[in-house]
């Protein structure tokens, strides 16, 4: 039998015992199979017990149960061949790397600083070292050994690769661009270093520097799961959507991919308007990790989308407390359930939401609203001014009070309250707009109303609403071809409005365009029942017959 190593490896007046055992381990550790190896690492431990004083043996003991994973055990043997030899540099390096994996990165530090000493030229030795001193927080010493190693070795990539790590690490950004860059001179086809690259821009907000530093990489390893997803980031954040698709697809062809991957798949159909292929991804995903709740939700989200009420419903309510998409889980299901008419069940969430989040005021809006929606504008009112007790400077919760008294025929309360809103943010054209519509509706002030419309559109002159609020003034000044002319403006841009389309009907019947009256009015009624529009068209159709 031919061994790989031989006895004179292991001279120096060692038991025919030791020889023995150590032959057995010899040609058993090159038999393909775990059997073989595992009666490899016994016979060489009852070689090492034969001959505890072989240096050789337990060097070979220690590398065999460091690869087995038997850390503990592995340090204690190098932890004895340094005994043996206490400059021995292959005790150093194993000792270095098992205090690195348990933890004990002081002792490791040590032993990579001996190994230094006794050898400078071991580069080895000094890149463990450096990544130690940064895990360490010893940023200073890990520049200095590689500014030192970048004197004797200036064609070396590493050196200048690993000052842009710990530029970045320091978020140092211009410097580890720099480092970085200089790596890429000497490597131009480094793919770590064009990832890191990247990285930089990103952190700098470079996008289009990243996306070029993420191609180019994509160009040397077409298959870097890094830059891949990467990159696909970077085009979703730029709407660049049918790109990104791509991105991510030609990554999930790779196989074994995270969820995460398809989840963003899901999400750019879903951006994309195509609920049913990023619902049918999500169902999958679903069955797969049901208690991943942010697919739950995606999922509930994509359903919503589908008009699937019940399923997204559901959903959305299998969410638990203890996630952090809970509150927003049960927004949605209280928007269900108000398309729905539940209004109770609608009410009972928002109530339980108010109760457990008494911070996030919007609540408070959502459940007046939805009052308001009932026709209980009083009951809409107490929860407001319940809300701004807590939360009195609240903007929003103001305005929505200002609405409620408005509604409820208190127009000078609604206008201090809108008045106190224009004195903090006079630029506010919502606020602009709702004290001149209110104005003109009460028929008073309409040289001040038309002076609040006219900012209010200098502000946003695209705003249908305001556009339809000034020519409801020009219609309360009998000015009906000018009022019409706002009203039609103000169609393009609002589109399908019960009140707009009330306001053209009113202006048409002025105008004695009888036909187009009563489309409008009749577009209206479509949209949102009212008896005062019914009584109108009923009179217009008595005249006109």
Not at 120 to 127: I, R, V
Not at 247 to 273: H, T, W
Request: hydrophobic share 40%.
């Amino acid at each position: 039998m031919t061994l790989t190593k031989s006895a004179p490896a292991i001279s120096g007046g060692v038991s025919s015992e030791s020889l023995y055992y150590f032959s057995v381990y010899n040609w058993l550790s090159y038999q393909n199979n775990s059997q073989s190896q595992e009666g490899a690492r016994h016979s060489l431990q009852r070689a090492v017990k034969a001959d505890p004083g072989s240096l050789y043996l337990r060097l070979e003991l220690a590398e065999v149960l460091f690869k087995l994973h038997q850390v503990n055990e592995a340090q204690m043997h190098a932890e004895n061949a340094l005994e043996l030899d206490p400059g021995n540099p292959r005790a150093r390096r194993l000792l270095a790397a098992t205090y690195t994996l348990t933890g004990d990165k002081e002792r490791a530090v040590r032993q990579y600083e001996e190994l230094l000493t006794e050898d400078p030229e071991n580069s080895e030795a000094l890149f463990y070292l450096v990544a130690l001193y940064v895990e360490t927080l010893e940023y200073e010493k890990a520049l200095d050994l590689l500014k030192g190693y970048r004197q004797k070795y200036p064609d070396d990539v590493l050196a200048p690769y690993y000052q842009g790590k710990i530029y970045g690490e320091l978020k140092l950004y211009g410097e580890a661009e720099r480092y970085f860059k200089e790596a890429l001179e000497i490597e131009p086809e480094m793919a770590d270093a064009w990832l890191n690259l990247g990285l930089i821009y990103e952190f700098t907000e470079r996008r289009e520097e990243a996306v070029a530093a993420y191609r180019k990489l994509l160009e040397i390893d077409g298959g870097d799961r890094q830059a891949l997803e990467r990159l696909g980031q970077l085009l979703v954040g730029d709407g660049n959507l049918d790109a990104a698709l791509k991105i991510f697809q030609r990554l999930k062809e790779q196989g074994d991919v995270p969820a995460s991957i398809n989840v963003k798949i899901a999400l750019i159909y879903f951006q994309q308007g195509n609920y049913q292929q990023a619902a049918e991804i999500l169902k999958e995903l679903h069955a797969e990790f049901p208690e991943r709740y942010r697919i739950t939700f995606y999922l509930a989200s994509s359903l919503e989308a589908l008009e699937n009420q019940d399923e997204a419903l559901e959903l959305f309510l299998s969410i638990p407390e203890t996630d952090e998409l809970f509150y927003d889980a049960r927004v949605h299901a209280a928007f269900l359930y108000e398309r729905r008419k539940e209004f109770n069940a609608c009410e009972e969430i928002l109530t339980d939401l108010i109760a457990k989040y008494p911070e996030k005021v919007g609540l408070a809006r959502m459940l007046a609203s939805l009052h308001q929606k009932q026709d209980d504008d009083q009951g809409a009112l107490e929860i407001l001014q319940q809300s701004l007790a807590l939360h009195p400077d609240d903007y929003k919760l103001r305005f929505a009070l200002g609405v409620v008294y408005n509604d409820l025929g208190q127009i000078s309360e609604s206008i201090a309250v809108m008045r106190g809103l224009l004195k903090e943010n006079p630029e506010d054209a919502a606020v602009l707009n709702f004290i001149g519509y209110t104005y003109v509706e009460q028929g008073v002030q309409l040289d001040d109303a038309e002076k609040l419309l006219q900012r209010a559109l200098e502000i946003k002159p695209d705003s249908g609403y305001i556009l339809d609020s000034m020519g409801w003034l020009f219609y309360m000044r009998k000015d009906y071809e000018k009022a019409l002319e706002y009203l039609l403006a103000a169609r393009e841009k609002v589109g399908d409005d019960p009140i707009l389309f009330e306001h053209l009907g009113d202006i048409n019947l002025a105008l004695e365009h009888y036909d187009e009256a009563l489309k409008n009015y009749n577009s209206s009624l479509e949209l949102k029942e009212d008896k005062n529009i019914r009584e109108k068209m009923e009179k217009l159709l008595q005249k006109v017959k």
